[in-house]
């Protein structure tokens, strides 16, 4: 009497692949509350964004003594510039790098907070060319 030979499953898995071989590794879990805490912070910076980048257009107002003194009004321009185009580049930054770490599902939640202190930030950049620009300042 002959029985059916066992089905076929492949060939053995090798004991040790050796150092060059990638380990197999599963994709790690979901985070719901990740995915969700990251999207509100994002949509925090875009509105941070646009109050920060409207604030850099007040900068403008470092040019006032400029009748009286000899100031110098590329490096005003320079800040006034700076502080309304830099919030929008740290938002878009932050954007794609936490759609990146999304993607991979790594924890994204900081990069928005981390973006939130880099558009402050641009703001004071902005207002330091923008003073430097004023003699006496």
Do not use: E, H, Q
Not at 83 to 90: H, Q
Not at 121 to 130: D, E, K, L, N
């Amino acid at each position: 009497m002959t029985s059916a030979p066992p089905p076929y499953n492949g060939p053995p898995a090798p004991a040790f692949a050796g150092p060059w071989a990638a380990p197999a590794t599963a994709r790690p879990p979901l985070r719901v509350w990740d995915v969700v805490l990251t999207i509100v912070f994002l949509v925090g910076d875009a509105v941070l964004a646009l109050v920060m980048s409207f604030f850099g257009a007040f900068l403008a107002m470092a040019s006032d003594p400029c009748g009286a003194r000899d100031c110098n009004t590329d490096l005003i321009t320079v800040g006034v510039l700076a502080a309304m185009a830099l919030p929008w580049i740290f938002l878009v930054a932050g954007l794609v790098v936490s759609i990146v770490l999304l993607v991979k599902r790594r924890l994204a939640f900081w990069v928005p907070l981390v973006a939130a202190v880099l558009i402050i930030g641009s703001w004071f950049i902005g207002a330091a060319f923008a003073t430097a620009g004023v003699p006496g300042s």
